[in-house]
């Protein structure tokens, strides 16, 4: 009779847990929709009131699909692309630059080579 009882008290006990667990995730994610309902809400009505963000083209003149909610995300978006290019852009123009300062050196070096082998001559 022991192990009976010791295996329906451990049935009950693991089933009370699960049970709790369960029942706590549900009502932490019906509480996370709710809170994210609300934001989506208040995100809606201040962007209706502002009149630069809830017109239906960007500052290039893209018309956008998928209504005013697009277009954050899309200009959020267009921003980061425009920082990563701005650092790519940079990048790339100190290279060069240092591609060109390195080529003048190394041309007056040749340059000067030449010149003391023709004078030799």
Do not use: C
Request: net charge positive; no cysteine; proline share 2%.
């Amino acid at each position: 009779m022991p192990f009976l009882s010791g295996f329906i008290s451990g049935v009950t006990l693991t089933s009370t847990i699960l049970y709790l667990s369960l029942s706590t995730h549900r009502h932490n994610r019906a509480r996370q929709s709710l809170a994210l309902k609300r934001q989506k809400a208040t995100l809606m009505s201040l962007l209706e009131h502002d009149p630069d963000l809830s017109s239906s083209q960007t500052q290039h003149g893209e018309a956008l699909a998928g209504g005013p909610e697009m277009m954050v995300m899309r200009v959020q978006r267009r921003s980061l692309v425009e920082t990563v290019k701005d650092r790519w852009n940079a990048d790339v123009e100190g290279v060069v630059r240092s591609m060109v300062e390195g080529w003048d050196a190394g041309r007056e070096r040749v340059g000067g080579g030449l010149v003391g082998l023709l004078r030799r001559e």
